[in-house]
């Protein structure tokens, strides 16, 4: 039986596609079947594994409850990751989905036989808690946070925490949250170092052991529509995403 895990957080410019594709890619990499679906209206994580963003069925389609998320997974040109693909259309689902009672379970409705087909399913959220982060996490079995390292940073956790607890205690009892990841973290700043002591300090069991560092070759690589594990497998962000990968299926 497979695990869905939401890569989650309202700030925007946190690594979350970037995480969720590198995660996706790696767990891939190691032989399992792994799912990447896009929620994002930007479709970067689509882009990110060499997909075009104007493909059909789409994660919109699923929402409007036209195909189940199982149906819409495509293959990407790497072995055992499938994905499945966002369109500019997905922001209407942002207006659509709050006029429907109940349009908080539409993407759990719509899952199909995810968990038989995929070990891992990872849900990329948008930068908000709007109806398409809510959809993600209540679908969702573990939320994954990416926290950079910066001065607003708890402020933000504080926010997606309270929603975290709602989904808890309204539509998903069994929703747990399988880790905060440090982000973009320069070691040489005395800030990325202060950010860190602090998100430790106050959330000394949820936090990954690996943290993730600003480098060229994370950023540069969807331009080439390819997970930096691909595009540059021997970079320090590459090393650190497989590193992250194996934490995060220990805690499946």
């Given at each position: 039986?497979?695990?869905?895990?939401?890569?989650?957080?309202?700030?925007?410019?946190?690594?979350?596609?970037?995480?969720?594709?590198?995660?996706?890619?790696?767990?891939?990499?190691?032989?399992?079947?792994?799912?990447?679906?896009?929620?994002?209206?930007?479709?970067?994580?689509?882009?990110?594994?060499?997909?075009?963003?104007?493909?059909?069925?789409?994660?919109?389609?699923?929402?409007?409850?036209?195909?189940?998320?199982?149906?819409?997974?495509?293959?990407?040109?790497?072995?055992?990751?499938?994905?499945?693909?966002?369109?500019?259309?997905?922001?209407?689902?942002?207006?659509?989905?709050?006029?429907?009672?109940?349009?908080?379970?539409?993407?759990?409705?719509?899952?199909?036989?995810?968990?038989?087909?995929?070990?891992?399913?990872?849900?990329?959220?948008?930068?908000?808690?709007?109806?398409?982060?809510?959809?993600?996490?209540?679908?969702?079995?573990?939320?994954?946070?990416?926290?950079?390292?910066?001065?607003?940073?708890?402020?933000?956790?504080?926010?997606?925490?309270?929603?975290?607890?709602?989904?808890?205690?309204?539509?998903?009892?069994?929703?747990t949250v399988a880790g905060m990841v440090l982000t973009?973290?320069?070691?040489?700043?005395?800030?990325?170092?202060?950010?860190?002591?602090?998100?430790?300090?106050?959330?000394?069991?949820?936090?990954?052991?690996?943290?993730?560092?600003?480098?060229?070759?994370?950023?540069?690589?969807?331009?080439?529509?390819?997970?930096?594990?691909?595009?540059?497998?021997?970079?320090?962000?590459?090393?650190?995403?497989?590193?992250?990968?194996?934490?995060?299926?220990?805690?499946?």
């Amino acid at each position: 039986m497979g695990t869905v895990f939401a890569i989650a957080n309202q700030k925007g410019g946190v690594g979350k596609t970037t995480t969720a594709v590198n995660v996706a890619a790696s767990i891939a990499d190691a032989g399992f079947e792994t799912l990447l679906v896009d929620l994002d209206p930007q479709c970067n994580a689509t882009v990110a594994v060499g997909l075009a963003k104007d493909l059909e069925p789409s994660s919109y389609d699923c929402l409007a409850g036209e195909t189940t998320i199982a149906d819409a997974a495509r293959p990407t040109p790497f072995d055992n990751l499938a994905c499945v693909p966002a369109t500019p259309d997905l922001a209407g689902a942002t207006v659509e989905l709050p006029r429907i009672d109940g349009s908080e379970t539409t993407l759990r409705e719509q899952m199909g036989p995810v968990r038989d087909r995929f070990l891992f399913t990872i849900l990329d959220c948008p930068p908000s808690l709007g109806p398409l982060t809510v959809n993600a996490l209540v679908a969702a079995d573990r939320v994954l946070v990416p926290v950079q390292t910066e001065y607003f940073a708890l402020e933000g956790l504080a926010g997606l925490l309270d929603t975290l607890a709602l989904v808890q205690r309204e539509l998903n009892p069994g929703l747990t949250v399988a880790g905060m990841v440090l982000t973009m973290h320069d070691g040489r700043t005395r800030l990325a170092q202060d950010v860190e002591r602090e998100v430790r300090e106050h959330f000394p069991d949820l936090v990954f052991d690996t943290v993730i560092p600003r480098n060229v070759r994370v950023g540069e690589a969807p331009s080439y529509g390819l997970p930096v594990v691909r595009h540059a497998p021997r970079s320090a962000g590459s090393a650190a995403y497989l590193k992250l990968a194996k934490e995060v299926a220990a805690r499946a």
